[in-house]
Every structure is written in C-alpha cells, then in structure tokens.
C-alpha cells in the first residue's frame, strides 16, 4: 500500500516537474531568440529591404531618365522624317516652325531644337525663357518674345538671320546674324557622325546661352546630310534628378564608362572643382565616398547591382546602379545611394530598445515560469473547458493545446480539429441549426415542421445591365461586399439567412430559433438594409463601381421549415405560398417604383412601430383573396409630422381607389397629391391606371 502511494507521488511529481521544465525551456528559447533577432535578424532584415527597396526606386528613377530622354528622341525622330528637314527647306516655313514651336511646348525639358548641315546651314529654336534671365537680358528683346528663332540658309543663298517669337510665332524682332556660326565645329555635330549608336553629348558649354548643357542628337538617316539634337541645360538635368534621390542626403547620378559623372544634382558646383579643365567632367571619386568605386566597378565586372559600403565617417551606405536603356553605346548609368540609417532610421533607433526589451522579458518572465508551469500541468482541464466552449458554440478562433504527453497531445490536436469543423460547419448551416445540433446532440434529419416566419427577399435593380461588361472577378468581389453588408444587418436583428440567389438573398425569422418578435426585427432589419445599402452605395461611386440598388419583399405566414435535399447534401430552408409570396412582394417594386413593399399581414403585426402606406391590391396565383400591399416607409418613432402626413393623406386617396370611387373625383384628388409630392411614384403609377382605364371607358362608349 505504502509503495502504491509512493509511485502515484513519484508520478505526480514528475509529470508536474516535466511541465515546469518545458515551459521555463519554451521560455529560454523565445527569449534568446528574440535577443538573436534584435541584433542579427534584424540587422539582415534591414539589409534585404533596404537593399530591394532601393532597387526599385533606382530602376523607377531609371526608368523616369529614359522616359525624358525617349520623349526627345521621338521627337528628334519626328523632326529628322519631314520632308522640310531632310531637304533642308529652312528659310520662311512657318509651318515647320510651328512644328518646332509645338513640340518644345509638349516638352518643357528640352531648351531648344536645331538642325545642321554639311554645307553649314542650319536652323534653331530657342524658349527663351528655360534658360536663365541673364540670357534673356543678352539678348536686349522684348518681354513678349517667347522663342529665338536662327536660320542660316546656304542653300537659299540668304544672309544669316535671327527672329524674336511671340507665343503665337508672331515675329517680335528681326536682327541679323549670327555671322561666325558654324554647326559642323559644334562637338554634338561631329560626334553625331563618330557614334551615331548613342543619343547623349556633353555636358559643354553651349554656344548660345554659354551654359553647360547636354545635347541630344541624331543623324539625319535620309535626304540631305545632317543632324537633328535638342538641348537640355544642365539646370533642367540637375532638377530632374534631385526629382530621383532618396532621403535627406541620397544622392542620384549618371555616370559613364570611364568613371565620369556626366549628370548630377550638383553638376554644377562638381564641375566649377576641376578649373584647369573647364570641358572636363568630374570623376565618381569627386563625391568623396570611397567605397562607391570598386561597387561600380564590381557591378561592371557581373556584381550585384545593389551593395553596402561604408563612407569615411563610417556611416553605412546602400548603392544601387541601373543602366539608362535610350543612351545607347554610350553606357549611362544611373547610380542611387542612400545612407542605411536614414533608409530604416526608427528601425535602427529602437535596435537597443529591442535588445533591452528582450533581456527584460526573459528576466522578467522567469520567476512566473513555476507558477505558469503549475497551471499547464493541468491540460486535461483545459481540454475539458476547450469542449465545454465548444458545446456553448463559443467557436472562435483558439490556439491548439499541446502536451510532451502522446494521449493528452492527441486530443489537444482532436479538439482543435473539431472546433474547425464546427466553425466551417457555421458557415454554411444556419448558426442556430449548429448550435441546436451541438446543444442536443442530435443528427441533420430530412424533414420539417409547419411554423409561423416571416420571409424576406432582395433584388438589385438591373444587376444585370450594371454588370454584364464589367470584369466578374470585380463584379464578385463588390457583391460580396454587398452580400456582407445585408447579411450583418439581417443576422443583427436575429435573422437566419436561407441562401443567396444570383444578386437576391432570401432570408426568414422565428426559425429555428423562436422568436415572438419576428416581424417586428424583420422591419427593423429592412430598414438597417436600406441605410447600409446606401452608404455602400456612395463607396461604390467613390471607387467608380455602379451602385446596388435594392429592392425588398416582405410577408409573414406560416411555411413548412426544415431540411430538404438528399442524405448527403441537404438545405435548411422553408418552402411554402409564404415564401412565393414574399417574393412575388419584391418584384412589385419594380411596378410600383418603390422600395420596400409588405403584405397586409406584416402591416397588421408591425403597424404600431412602423409608417407605413397603401400601394395596391393584388390577387397573386394561388390566393383565393386578393392580398392589400403596402410600403414600409420607416420607424414610427423616428419620423416627423411631414412624413406622418403625408402618408395619411395618401391612404385617404388609396382607399377611395380601393372603394372604386368616381375616376374623376379620385384623378383630381390624385392631382393635388402630385402638386405637393411631384415625385411620388405610387401616386404617378395610379394616376397613369386610373386615366388609362377612364380612355378604355370611353372608348368603350
């Protein structure tokens, strides 16, 4: 007996003591694992993305350059296929001109057009004002001048002249010359035809303006020997690319084969550095970052593209280089560099935070780890609770029970289970069926009972022609909105959703679960349906979508409610004259023009709470009687005295339709409602019947 008592102890022990150990285990590890991310799976993290980040927007950048230059280059193209050009018809042809004009507007980056000859001549246009004032200020014209036109004709045999513009091309000023011009000297000239497989030139100086500048340019590949470019000043290129940096001290530029940097933010100030070469360009090593060269010399030999450095401070760079693709043989390079602790700057501040964080979660976290241990040597209870939850169809979302014992780790893993099934389960049987099911234990029967419900069904006005044409994985995704936004409303106010019917939702209440009120949240729910209907309906046109307008049929009666189908595929619905009925209610609206339209039997339940108002009258297929249809127009208590009013006074008019009255006295009395409420659509579709069957009258007479 003693030794009995002695192994039960032992056991208890143990299995408590295995416990506490596997958690305080558990513990340890998260702990040391998060002090391991803060310092290296964060620091590789940053990297990756800061490293993928970057090249990405190095190859946006890149693709922004080539876009400027691509703009030009099928402009130069444009320009180099017309007749005028290629014959070099220059003097006095303002429709050339204005061509000229017209494409330096649709690109502000460019400063100017021309074209040069082998025999010298040579036409340009200049928007005076893309360059600096001082330009404008050499030139000694009139404010009104927009453009500088230069043509020097050798083949008309004319004297070089230059012409002031307007903005219209309305000649502002005339002047001669230039007289020692020679486009064939120019560099963009003579490397046009040395390389013709690149688009850039320069940066040079340019002999208008005298600003540095690049040239783009191509050879005339027809008619007369010659060159079209277009100028972009430097100015221009500077601001194009500080569009492209990245943080506060990033920094975009192009470079070349030979390590030149031939495009910078800070063109200007890199090249005012080398003085004794004023046409030289500024070397890669110019930006005093050493640890640039040998990436791009790397990249050049196959390297990756995106690589860390570190600058003389010892701050850490990320460097990425994209080739521009429209500069040809030329072999521009985009280069984009980022300081890392600006790139993920929070990140890198909170590092030592984190660090802290972790070494105080594991200290503090310890001392609890025998008094957590002690509750989790208890994980039959909890399996026990997790069960008990699930017969109360408490069915959200729990994390799985686990055990180093095998027999308490398998059913931790079965309970799991079945609270999945239950929860997918729910989601296709009504949630009061599961519940039911779960609370009695029994088994999904065919079959029904006869029962009091009231039916709700719902269209959406021509779905059809709304969304025939639009792309159905969007005509699937904003009806499932428009289904969750209805079935809230309706499982809000207590309401079982049957199914969904194309665009239609069919739902009851007081099945199964009883419900003495029924009619009553029926109205309510309508209602809710309407106000949220609309306001999806205003995100629908905010994001270009058509509208889902709504149309409701409700009717209360009894119906056969229960399971139908087979024995392995069934539907908890209701079948009934009930159910046809409400239907038959929601198609009226269109008729009537209406919104929510209730049967006589739903007016009498829910009259004391609700407004409503006499439509009709009709005999639908299968009643013996005709059946007194009316629109629910909202919350009693909610409405005010106009609205009260005004459906009185409509229901003193319906029910002198209703009796038959005189057609002549009703249209009259018709006819005054329409003054007040011209827009009324009951009161317009009676009015149009009531004349209708006045003219067959009379006809008949």
């Not at 309305?170 to 040395?194: K, L, S």
């Not at 049967?599 to 709470?609: D, G, I, K, L, P």
């Not at 009643?623 to 249809?629: D, L, T």
Request: charged share 25%.
């Amino acid at each position: 007996m003693a030794g009995d008592q002695t192994t039960k102890r032992a056991f208890s022990i143990g299995f408590q003591t295995s416990i506490i150990t596997v958690f305080v285990a558990v513990v340890l590890i998260v702990g040391l694992a998060l002090v391991y991310l803060s310092f290296e799976r964060v620091t590789v993290i940053t990297q990756k993305a800061a490293s993928s980040f970057i090249e990405k927007v190095a190859q946006l950048g890149a693709d922004h350059v080539d876009e400027q230059f691509k703009n030009v280059r099928d402009n130069l193209d444009i320009l180099s296929g017309l007749p005028s050009i290629q014959e070099a018809d220059i003097a006095d042809n303002a429709r050339l001109y204005s061509l000229m004009a017209a494409m330096l507007r649709n690109n502000p980056q460019l400063f100017n057009l021309y074209v040069g000859y082998e025999d010298g001549s040579f036409i340009e246009m200049d928007v005076i004002d893309r360059a600096r004032p001082a330009f404008r200020t050499s030139l000694n014209v009139d404010q009104d001048a927009a453009f500088r036109l230069v043509v020097i004709s050798r083949t008309a045999g004319a004297a070089p002249v230059t012409q002031y513009l307007s903005e219209n091309l309305i000649q502002v000023a005339e002047v001669a010359g230039p007289t020692g011009y020679d486009p064939r000297q120019r560099p963009w000239y003579v490397e046009a035809f040395r390389n013709d497989k690149t688009l850039l030139t320069g940066p040079y100086v340019f002999f208008a303006t005298g600003e540095p500048g690049y040239t783009l340019r191509t050879p005339l590949r027809e008619g007369r020997r010659g060159v079209v470019a277009g100028d972009v000043l430097l100015n221009r290129f500077e601001d194009m690319l500080a569009e492209q940096k990245l943080g506060q001290s990033g920094q975009a530029f192009l470079f070349n084969d030979s390590e030149q940097i031939v495009g910078h933010p800070e063109m200007n100030r890199l090249m005012a550095e080398i003085p004794e070469r004023q046409d030289d360009l500024p070397q890669v090593g110019a930006l005093k970052l050493p640890g640039l060269v040998p990436i791009i010399r790397s990249w050049r030999e196959g390297g990756p593209a995106q690589q860390f450095f570190t600058g003389a401070s010892g701050r850490t760079y990320v460097a990425a280089v994209h080739k521009l693709e429209t500069t040809g043989s030329a072999n521009v390079r985009l280069a984009m560099i980022a300081p890392l602790d600006e790139f993920y700057a929070q990140i890198i501040r909170e590092r030592r935070t984190l660090f802290a964080l972790a070494l105080a979660f594991v200290g503090a976290t310890l001392p609890f780890a025998f008094w957590l241990g002690s509750l989790m040597a208890r994980p039959l209870r909890k399996l026990a609770e997790e069960t008990d939850a699930i017969q109360r169809f408490e069915i959200a979302e729990r994390p799985r029970i686990h055990s180093v014992v095998a027999e308490i780790e398998e059913l931790g893993r079965s309970v799991f289970t079945m609270r999945s099934v239950v929860r997918s389960f729910a989601n296709f049987i009504p949630r009061q069926i599961v519940r039911q099911l779960i609370e009695t234990g029994s088994a999904l029967r065919l079959g029904g009972a006869r029962r009091e419900v009231t039916v709700l069904f719902t269209d959406v006005a021509d779905f059809t022609a709304k969304t025939e044409r639009a792309d159905p994985s969007q005509v699937m995704i904003h009806t499932s909105r428009y289904f969750a936004v209805l079935s809230d409303e309706i499982m809000h106010h207590r309401g079982t959703i049957d199914k969904y019917i194309g665009d239609a939702v069919m739902a009851f209440w007081n099945a199964p679960a009883d419900d003495p009120d029924h009619t009553v949240n029926a109205c309510r729910a309508v209602l809710a349906c309407v106000v949220a209907n609309e306001a999806l309906n205003r995100e629908f046109r905010r994001e270009g979508w058509p509208p889902y307008d709504t149309r409701f049929g409700l009717h209360v009666g009894d119906a056969v409610v229960g399971n139908i189908g087979s024995s392995d595929r069934m539907n908890y619905t209701a079948l009934g004259a009930t159910i046809n009925l409400a239907s038959r209610l929601e198609g009226l609206n269109k008729n009537y023009g209406t919104r929510v339209l209730v049967s006589a039997a739903v007016r009498a339940r829910a009259e004391q709470a609700f407004l409503f108002r006499g439509v009709d009258s009709i005999r639908p297929k299968g009643f013996a009687e005709a059946i007194e249809v009316s629109e629910l127009r909202g919350e009693l208590a909610k409405a005010d005295e106009a609205e009260i009013a005004m459906c009185r006074r409509w229901d003193e008019i319906f029910a002198l339709i209703a009796k038959g009255g005189a057609v002549e006295t009703t249209l009259v009395r018709l006819a005054g409602f329409l003054l007040d409420y011209p827009a009324d659509p009951v009161a317009q579709f009676h009015t149009r019947r009531l004349r209708a069957a006045a003219q067959n009258s009379g006809e008949a007479a």
